[in-house]
Nanobody, 123 residues
Framework: QVQLVESGGGLVQAAGSLRLSCAAS????????MGWFRQAPGKEGEFVAA????????FPLDSVKGRFTISRDNAKNTVYLQLNSLKPEDTAVYYC????????????????WGQGTQETVSS
């Protein structure tokens, strides 16, 4: 069992940057694949990024490639999402999730979810 708490959301102007954090409880954090998802009003949820226990990252969402980076600090039980060159269409609630699957490529493979943090990009 793992509990996740996101932080770092807020209001930022277009072209700005923000870093989201997700703190996890539990002694086995380092074994989980961690992912970031987002949900904008009226739109389907999107799978933004994932990182394996060893630090291999993937970005299923083409629109964030080259702008967002994901990282983790297993000693601090924390995963980060760095958002750069932000656009108004990045506005969403961002969720952190954890998976026991080594390569978790689908939303349904993530068993644990945080409550989300709102990020708003103004034009």
């Amino acid at each position: 069992q793992v509990q996740l708490v996101e932080s770092g959301g807020g209001l930022v102007q277009a072209a700005g940057s923000l870093r989201l954090s997700c703190a996890a409880s539990g002694r086995t954090f380092s074994t989980y694949t961690m992912g970031w998802f987002r949900q904008a009003p009226g739109k389907e949820g999107e799978f933004v990024a994932a990182i394996t226990w060893s630090g291999r990252s993937t970005f299923p969402l083409d629109s964030v490639k080259g702008r967002f980076t994901i990282s983790r600090d297993n000693a601090k039980n924390t995963v980060y999402l760095q958002l750069n060159s932000l656009k108004p269409e990045d506005t969403a609630v961002y969720y952190c999730a954890a998976s026991e699957t080594l390569i978790a490529a689908r939303r349904g493979e993530y068993e644990y979810w945080g409550q989300g943090t709102q990020e708003t990009v103004s034009s």
